[in-house]
């Protein structure tokens, strides 16, 4: 993982690091759309460990954790992680997801893009919160 992330930009390096200090369960994808980090705390959330993963692809973990909002599942531009990378904008949003560990899980998400200097698009990040049991 640490190759890859050499060649990340600085800004996505150090959220990374941020997010593996912080009590708040945080992704991090790129540019792309593929999860590069996930925190321990996430981990926890979602059943399994960021180790366990490594890279995510955006078409995997879109449709992974079958992410749920009124019982629909919800289409993949609706994501407010991937709102937030696209429309370059803040997101808020609640979901119903499935953990790798079976257990549905309703979350409340905060996501954010992230931009450099020049305004270009680093990735995104969605700090999130278990606010029940589906």
Same mark, same amino acid.
């Given at each position: 993982?640490?190759?890859?992330? @050499?060649?990340?930009?600085?800004?996505? *390096? !150090?959220?990374?690091?941020?997010?593996?200090? !912080?009590? %708040?369960? %945080? $992704?991090?994808?790129?540019?792309?759309?593929?999860?590069?980090? $996930?925190? =321990?705390? @996430? =981990?926890?959330?979602? =059943?399994? @460990?960021?180790?366990?993963?490594?890279?995510? /692809?955006?078409?995997?973990?879109?449709?992974?954790?079958?992410?749920?909002?009124?019982?629909?599942?919800?289409? %993949?531009?609706?994501?407010?992680?991937? /709102?937030?990378?696209? =429309?370059?904008?803040?997101?808020?949003?609640?979901? &119903?997801?499935?953990?790798?560990?079976? *257990? @549905? /899980?309703?979350?409340? %998400?905060?996501? $954010?893009?992230?931009?450099?200097?020049?305004?270009?698009?680093?990735?995104?990040?969605?700090? $999130?919160? &278990?606010?029940?049991?589906?």
């Amino acid at each position: 993982m640490l190759p890859r992330m @050499a060649q990340q930009p600085i800004e996505l *390096i !150090l959220v990374r690091h941020l997010a593996s200090r !912080l009590a %708040v369960p %945080v $992704f991090v994808i790129d540019p792309a759309g593929d999860m590069v980090y $996930f925190n =321990g705390p @996430a =981990g926890d959330v979602l =059943g399994r @460990a960021f180790d366990e993963i490594n890279v995510m /692809r955006f078409e995997d973990w879109t449709t992974a954790f079958q992410p749920r909002a009124d019982g629909h599942l919800v289409p %993949v531009d609706e994501i407010p992680l991937v /709102r937030a990378l696209r =429309g370059v904008t803040p997101v808020h949003g609640s979901l &119903q997801i499935m953990g790798a560990d079976g *257990i @549905a /899980r309703i979350i409340e %998400v905060t996501a $954010f893009p992230l931009v450099g200097p020049a305004s270009d698009v680093l990735g995104a990040v969605a700090m $999130f919160w &278990q606010s029940g049991d589906a």
